[in-house]
């Protein structure tokens, strides 16, 4: 009997020494990739990748701008920034990303893509290499918002199609509808499994039910003649504050939170933040499926 007591307390000693030791795994942090497109150029898309990404760190996130409009970046301007550095000096190991990363005043960073982002073909394998090992640092960032070119060039579908999200702007009117559908239609004949969110913004309304024509209309459309759902998040007041802010250079939502067009847009984050996102593998992943497109 003592000895089956000894083997009992050596057993319970063995079981409280490995369950002390038990240590959940944390679940590893994963990037959210948004990509901000639009069919046609002046809908604002610019400027709601900036005020989204500022909504986005006041609840508590750590954000990244990127600028991916291969002919006229204007973030910088927006942010009244000059940066030094680009992803060219990146891809050329000149520069690493954290040396090219520029943090502004409004707890966010941004990364200045135009000038590199064109030159990505042209790379040689070990640049190539380089540039997505590098990528790895912005891993540590919680929502990484990319502002794409307006239209449909390959360079806006590739960054569509390695997103988590992209968010399509459009305004009321009738020709920024027509470019909005445009773009929508080529991504539905473009990608036949469109693994991730779709989604809708319509922009400087003057009403709910303004806001509600188009975003029905679009959604309609694009079900029943494409096949392909279209998420409504919401949609922007037209705003003088917005106009004004774009003249000070600066973001609507620092110059006044409380705005109409400000709130709109904590709205459209919250809607976000709700939505269910499908792992798709990081922010070097992201470019690892750029580059085998």
Not at 5 to 26: D, H, N, Q
Not at 94 to 120: H, N, P, R, W
Request: with cysteine; hydrophobic share 45%.
């Amino acid at each position: 009997m003592e000895d089956q007591a000894e083997e009992l307390r050596e057993l319970m000693r063995k079981k409280s020494f490995s369950t002390e030791r038990i240590v959940k795994p944390k679940e590893p942090k994963r990037t959210r990739i948004i990509t901000i497109t639009s069919g046609k150029g002046g809908v604002g898309k610019t400027n709601i990748s900036i005020n989204m990404a500022i909504a986005y760190a006041r609840i508590g996130k750590k954000v990244i701008v990127m600028d991916a409009d291969l002919g006229l970046a204007n973030v910088n301007i927006m942010l009244n920034l000059v940066p030094k550095w680009t992803l060219y000096h990146v891809m050329r190991k000149q520069k690493t990303m954290k040396e090219i990363l520029t943090e502004t005043d409004y707890g966010i960073s941004f990364v200045a893509g135009a000038s590199g982002i064109s030159q990505i073909a042209n790379m040689s394998d070990d640049e190539r290499q380089n540039f997505i090992a590098e990528l790895d640092s912005l891993n540590n960032a919680d929502i990484i918002i990319i502002d794409t070119s307006a239209g449909v060039s390959s360079n806006v579908l590739d960054f569509i199609a390695a997103a988590d999200d992209a968010v399509i702007i459009t305004t009321p009117e009738p020709t920024a509808i027509t470019d909005a559908y445009g773009i929508i239609k080529i991504i539905a004949t473009q990608f036949e499994d469109l693994n991730m969110g779709l989604k809708l913004v319509v922009n400087q309304v003057k009403s709910v039910a303004e806001a509600k024509m188009v975003a029905d209309r679009m959604t309609n459309i694009a079900g029943q003649f494409l096949n392909i759902k279209i998420e409504y998040l919401g949609f922007i007041y037209s705003d003088e504050r917005v106009s004004r802010a774009v003249l000070e250079q600066k973001p609507f939502m620092v110059t006044d939170h409380r705005c109409k067009a400000s709130i709109c847009i904590q709205h459209i984050v919250d809607r976000m933040e709700k939505a269910e996102v499908q792992p798709r593998g990081g922010f070097a992943l992201m470019f690892k499926r750029l580059f085998g497109r």
